[in-house]
Structures are given as structure tokens and as C-alpha cells.
């Protein structure tokens, strides 16, 4: 019976079988609700099992990236991050532009207890400045990616000047944890299946009723972004049809996203996308983890969309030049947003106060995107995540497209 079970995983596709954890889900949640917190355990340990494992991946791979690069080795990492800068600011841009089109009303809940929120921009960047200079090994251990990735970039252009043995070494390791935590991807269709009972079983859809045209405002703007925006931006680097690949990353890496509410979870699933698609890996090993941290379309559209949305309720009268200047705050400020579940609502307050929204209020809108955060960070984190491979994509094929190579077919 087991032998058979593990046949059949191995044959059949990732997507497939996590389509039939949602359905096997939902039914579990619906006709046996005592069942949710057994289910649970499934759902926790594999969220955990992906975030143990994923800060010590990328803190090889990218030292191992960076010490084995040689000079004169040509990386498309300049690109990317354009790309990341240019696809977030179109994002709040879109967030914004849909709020004034689609004004949403807010019905208050009570708010639950925040810390750490920030009172101004420079706040947010000097969080991130502090994060870059954090003790190692507390970096680890809080999966504090930016210092993660700031020690891995340091240590890696030191270790450039070690030994050959010593430079394999790290890429052995860094190929073991990769081992390790695709093994532990294969067991996806699980931890969703708990996750589906878990969190049905618990509200089902009737907390987001109060709340149906923010959420389909959120993600027709996030889905706008993913089918619209990014596609032209992929096409204005790559001359191609870019649905294949937009179709790909939102298949193989969104799916995944959606339900690990991580993007930082979701940085092992995108290795191995990227490793599919054939993109340059010193590229990709350094951008896919850079990614999880600053690349925040989705983020981005949730700071405007809900800061708007507590403007819109309040009555105050957003005019065009402070909605510009909300499309370059929701941008700067989804950079800083932690890659974890719910990491872009604590920073709703800094743009409320754009609109001399109090701080309590801020808060209560926090509360609301608490409520709705099955939906809202699921969808945002699934743009988010997929966004990092697909503009890593683009930029690659645009390197090889400019020095006259084939393109790999999708």
C-alpha cells in the first residue's frame, strides 16, 4: 500500500496533486470539522520544516554563488533588480489607480495587538540598514533575510581567494540542503491538505463576507499585475510571447506560494524553477533570495489599496499628486516588509499617515487585512514569490536573446 502511494507521487505532477489536497480539504473541512486539529500538525510541520531549512539554503548557495564566480563571468543581477524596482512601483501604481476607480468602505473589527510598527519611511529604512548588519548567526536563527544575505554576499567575495577544495566544498553543501528541502517539498500536497482543513474548518468563508469588494478589489489588482503588467514588462525585455513563461512561474511557483504564505518559504521552489528553466545560476542562486526580500508587488498593492480604503472611510479627499507620492511610499515600504506571512501590514500605518489617518485607526485596518490574510496574503505572497523567477527569466532571456543565443523553449 505504501510502495503504491510513493509510485504514485513520484508520477504524478506537484500541481496535480496539490489540486487534489485543496479538494480533499475542503471536503474534510466541510463534513468532518473535528478533524482540523490533527490536520493542523500537518500543516505546521511542513511550514516549518520549509523555513528551518531555507534560511541556512540560502546562506550557501549564495556564498557558494559568489566564490565560485570569476571575473570576467558575465551575471545578469543589475537587470533583475531594475526589473524588481520597475514591477513594484507599477504594482502600488495599479493599487492606487484601482482604489480611486473602486473606492472600498471599511467596517471596523477590533484590531489585534501590533509591535515594531513604523511611525515614518526613514524608519523603514533604517530597519533595513540595522537588518543588513545583524549578528550572523541571530540572522539564521530569525531568518533575517536581509542580514542573511548581506553576511553570505560579504563572505562570499572573501572566500573567492580560498582554495579550490574549500569553494566545492560550500557548493557541495549548499547542492545537500537543496536535496533536503526538495524532499521536503514532495510532501506539499500534505501539509496543504492540513492547512485547507485547518483554516476552513476554523472561519470558513463567513469572515470575509463584511469584506467582499476590498478582497476583490486586492486581488483582481494582484492578478491584474500578474496576467497584465508583468507579462509587458517581460515582453519589453525578451521581443517574445511572454505567456508561456508568466503561465509557467504562476503554475509552478505561485501554487506553492499561495499556501506557504512565504516568500522566503517559497525561495527552495524557486531554485528549482529556475534550475528548470535553464537560467544562468549565478544569476539566479544570488537574485531568487534577493527577491524574497525586496521584490514586493503584491505587498505593494496591499499597502495602497488598504491605506486608501481607510482614507475612502473616512471621507478624506485623496488628490492626484499625494496618490504619486502613496505609489512611491507603498513601493519603498513593500521593499521593507518582511518575507513571512502578513510581513506587509505592519507597515499600512506609515501610509495611512499620508492621509493624516490616526494611528489607531491604521491599526484597525491592520486588523481587517488579519481577517481577511487567507486570501489577501495568500494571493499577494503567490504574486510575490512567482514575480522573483519570472523577472530572473526575463532578464536572463534578454542576455541570451542580445548575444544572438537560442532561447530555451518553455
Request: with cysteine; hydrophobic share 55%; charged share 10%.
Amino acid at each position: 500500500m505504501l510502495k503504491a502511494l510513493l509510485d504514485w507521487l513520484n508520477r504524478t505532477s506537484l500541481v496535480l496533486q496539490i489540486v487534489i489536497a485543496l479538494v480533499l480539504g475542503g471536503l474534510v473541512a466541510w463534513l468532518w470539522p473535528a478533524a482540523a486539529e490533527p490536520a493542523s500538525l500537518l500543516g505546521t510541520l511542513f511550514i516549518s520544516a520549509l523555513k528551518a531549512v531555507a534560511p541556512v539554503l540560502v546562506f550557501l548557495l549564495v556564498i557558494a554563488a559568489i566564490s565560485n564566480h570569476r571575473p570576467g563571468q558575465e551575471t545578469q543581477i543589475k537587470p533583475v533588480i531594475w526589473l524588481y524596482a520597475v514591477g513594484t512601483l507599477a504594482a502600488a501604481c495599479v493599487g492606487v489607480a484601482a482604489s480611486m476607480l473602486f473606492p472600498s468602505v471599511i467596517h471596523f473589527r477590533e484590531a489585534p495587538a501590533a509591535q515594531g510598527v513604523p511611525g515614518e519611511i526613514g524608519q523603514v529604512l533604517m530597519n533595513v540598514i540595522k537588518s543588513a548588519v545583524d549578528n550572523p548567526v541571530n540572522a539564521l536563527v530569525q531568518a533575517n533575510y536581509i542580514g542573511i544575505l548581506a553576511w553570505a554576499i560579504a563572505l562570499g567575495i572573501a572566500l573567492r581567494h580560498a582554495s579550490p577544495g574549500t569553494r566545492t566544498m560550500l557548493d557541495d553543501l549548499g547542492q545537500a540542503i537543496t536535496g533536503v528541502i526538495q524532499g521536503v517539498i514532495r510532501l506539499a500536497p500534505f501539509g496543504i491538505f492540513g492547512l485547507v482543513v485547518a483554516t476552513f474548518s476554523a472561519a470558513g468563508l463567513d469572515a470575509l463576507q463584511d469584506y467582499a469588494h476590498l478582497l476583490v478589489v486586492l486581488v483582481g489588482c494582484m492578478l491584474f499585475v500578474a496576467l497584465v503588467v508583468n507579462p509587458a514588462i517581460v515582453w519589453t525585455q525578451t521581443r517574445r510571447n511572454p505567456y508561456p513563461l508568466v503561465l509557467t512561474c504562476l503554475r509552478e511557483s505561485a501554487v506553492t506560494a499561495f499556501f506557504t504564505r512565504s516568500s522566503a518559504a517559497n525561495i527552495p521552489v524557486n531554485l528549482a524553477l529556475a534550475k528548470k528553466l535553464e537560467l544562468d545560476e549565478d544569476t539566479y542562486s544570488i537574485s531568487i533570495p534577493l527577491g524574497a526580500t525586496i521584490n514586493m508587488a503584491g505587498a505593494a498593492i496591499t499597502i495602497s489599496v488598504l491605506s486608501l480604503a481607510a482614507a475612502h472611510t473616512l471621507g478624506v479627499a485623496v488628490d492626484v499628486p499625494t496618490a504619486i507620492l502613496l505609489c512611491v511610499v507603498a513601493s519603498v515600504c513593500a521593499c521593507g516588509a518582511s518575507g513571512v506571512a502578513g510581513g506587509s501590514l505592519l507597515l499600512i500605518p506609515l501610509a495611512c499617515s499620508l492621509f493624516g489617518v490616526s494611528n489607531d485607526v491604521a491599526m484597525q485596518v491592520v486588523g481587517v487585512g488579519y481577517v481577511i490574510g487567507v486570501i489577501q496574503d495568500s494571493t499577494e505572497t503567490a504574486l510575490n514569490s512567482s514575480t522573483d523567477v519570472l523577472f530572473t527569466a526575463a532578464a536572463c532571456r534578454s542576455a541570451q536573446r542580445k548575444a544572438g543565443k537560442i532561447v530555451p523553449a518553455i
